[in-house]
């Protein structure tokens, strides 16, 4: 069973930084990619970036030159260093877990709110 947990949401200004943790717990932590989605207040939720086992990343384009998605495979965490925060980026953040066998599936934390004022 994995189990995420999200931290470090908050409020801060335009133009601040903000780093959200995930905590990662189960046997598939260290092996499958893991990621950052977000969802604003009637949108849909959306990729923000993803990091694969070995250090590969992709990001959405809204956000690439702003944040840095990283994972401590020792720790089973990943991280997201958000910078250069804007009013738009404001949303639930969650974390994520992909498992890519037996059909795959996904692993969701419950998220944690940013709040960018401006």
């Known amino acids: 069973q994995v189990q995420l947990v999200e931290s470090g949401g908050g409020l801060v200004q335009a133009g601040g930084s903000l780093r959200l943790s995930c905590a990662a717990s189960?046997?598939?932590?260290?092996?499958?990619?893991m990621g950052w989605y977000r969802q604003a207040p009637g949108n849909q939720r959306e990729l923000v970036a993803t990091?694969?086992?070995?250090?590969?990343?992709i990001y959405a384009d809204s956000v690439k030159g702003r944040f840095t998605i990283s994972r401590d495979n020792a720790k089973n965490t990943v991280y997201l260093q958000m910078n250069s925060l804007k009013p738009e980026d404001t949303a639930v953040y969650y974390c994520?877990?992909?498992?890519?066998?037996?059909?795959?599936?996904?692993?969701w934390g419950k998220g944690t709110l940013v709040t960018v004022s401006s």
């Open positions: 189960g046997s598939i932590v260290s092996i499958v990619p």
């Open positions: 994520n877990a992909h498992q890519f066998w037996a059909g795959g599936m996904d692993y």
């Open positions: 990091v694969t086992s070995g250090g590969s990343t």
